[in-house]
């Protein structure tokens, strides 16, 4: 099987919950291909699903070393900076993620929960009003 198929194959087993074989797959691609971001993204995913926050900041911090223009990724790491107590970074993290893709909502809807968590109140505002507004279109 060919490595994107393979790698389609372990999202759909992730999204049905099925861990540990999503993440064999994963982890057979990323031996095989150590740059290979998409299987890096997802096994950081995988992770980040068993609550296994520094696995997942490896990988996803790996995975945004190769591609730091995929929002996705970016979105993701920002999870895994806030399970692990680190506001800032996920702010950041989530700030760059808007930058990318400005019209996903519940990007900028999760940037002004971590302001209003910070007491950034302003920031939060701002956020939630522009999560608001990408929302209505």
């Given at each position: 099987m060919e490595a994107r198929a393979e790698l389609q194959h372990a999202e759909q087993l992730r999204m049905q919950g099925q861990?540990?074989?999503?993440?064999?797959?994963?982890?057979?691609?990323?031996?095989?291909?150590?740059?290979?971001?998409?299987?890096?993204?997802?096994?950081?995913?995988?992770?980040?699903?068993?609550?296994?926050?520094?696995?997942?900041?490896?990988?996803?911090?790996?995975?945004?070393?190769?591609?730091?223009?995929h929002w996705s990724t970016l979105t993701a790491l920002s999870g895994v900076y806030l399970a692990l107590d680190a506001p800032e970074m996920a702010a950041q993290t989530l700030e760059q993620a808007v930058k990318i893709n400005p019209e996903d909502a519940s990007v900028l809807a999760t940037l002004g929960e971590i302001y209003r968590n910070q007491r950034e109140y302003e920031l939060a505002a701002e956020a939630f009003r522009r999560a608001l507004a990408r929302d209505r279109t």
């Open positions: 861990l540990d074989r999503a993440r064999a797959i994963c982890e057979k691609l990323v031996a095989q291909h150590p740059n290979y971001m998409g299987a890096l993204h997802t096994l950081g995913l995988i992770f980040a699903d068993r609550l296994n926050y520094p696995m997942a900041l490896g990988c996803l911090v790996r995975a945004a070393m190769l591609n730091p223009r």
